[in-house]
């Protein structure tokens, strides 16, 4: 016999799990106090101040998600937190900073550019959360906004004494405008997640890394200022690079040329 039916008040509810991952998310929570630290500093005019905020944030953004997969405390809390810490310091936080320091001048057309700033990042963000294990772990598609985020940031590092005419600020346009073009673009970025840290590597990698911290300490301006936008370049280099190796993968070796050379004579002479 069937059974009377059950009332949507005695069916089991789902129960969400309380607490969380302590040490991924104090990672994510640092990343969200370097964007409101960033935009505070920046809304006083301590440019030199608020942009390194920004560097430190894609720091700690690059820990939490490590720190969470190497201890196995990945959590949906820990990846919608994450999320929104981003939007904060690589989206909000970059856009007020650029915005007061270069292009106030502009009036409604700086604010406009740096409301583009926001939309790309957002827009960055909730594409990476959808397509999260379906693209090739070993690239981003689009510039992540972290590495974006740093490009105008490093830009205000070296120089923080801005621009107050409209002539100079209208370069700050394409400062602005091309990394959050290639945010939102399909071009696709060297990703450093399956680097592993375990592996054993030679000794020449220990060497590279500490000629980087010597020229971050020597020169931190134009070291970090050459890591952004070298990065932000090399997606095109290796565009670049692929397409030449494929031109050269499909021109014909020069004994494939002497055999087509033959064959075409050898049907000259039937004929």
């Known amino acids: 016999m069937l059974g009377p039916h059950r009332r949507h008040t005695d069916v089991p509810q789902r129960r969400f799990r309380r607490g969380v991952y302590l040490l991924p998310s104090l990672m994510t929570l640092g990343n ?82 740096g409301f583009v700033w926001v939309t790309a990042a957002a827009m960055r963000l909730a594409r990476f ?33 801005g621009f107050q005419e409209p002539i100079g600020a209208i370069p700050v346009l394409a400062l602005v405008l091309v990394p959050a073009f290639l945010m939102v673009s399909t071009i696709k970025f060297r990703s450093f997640k399956t680097f592993d840290l375990q592996a054993r590597r030679s000794y020449t990698v220990l060497l590279v890394i ?20 070298g990065y932000m370049s090399s997606a095109f280099v290796e565009m670049i690079m692929a397409r030449w190796h494929h031109g050269k993968a499909e021109m014909p070796q020069p004994q494939n040329v002497y055999a087509i050379r033959k064959t075409e004579e050898r049907i000259t002479n039937n004929e």
């Not at 500490?210 to 936008?229: D, E, G, K, R």
Request: overall charge negative.
């Open 32 to 113: 969200l106090f370097c964007g409101y630290a960033c935009v505070i500093y920046a809304m006083r005019g301590e440019y030199a101040v608020a942009a390194p905020f920004v560097g430190i944030a894609m720091v700690l953004d690059t820990l939490d998600g490590r720190i969470a997969r190497l201890t196995g405390t990945t959590s949906e809390f820990g990846l919608q937190f994450d999320s929104l810490a981003d939007i904060v310091s690589f989206g909000i936080a970059p856009a007020i900073l650029t915005f007061s320091w270069g292009l106030t001048s502009l009036g409604n057309w700086g604010w406009a550019v």
């Open 129 to 161: 959360n959808i397509q999260a294990g379906s693209v090739d772990k070993r690239y981003f598609v689009g510039m992540p906004s972290p590495a974006a985020a740093t490009v105008p940031a490093s830009t205000i590092f070296a120089y923080p004494s």
């Open 210 to 229: 500490a000629l980087l911290i010597a020229f971050v300490s020597a020169h931190p301006a134009l070291a970090l200022v050459t890591l952004s936008y």
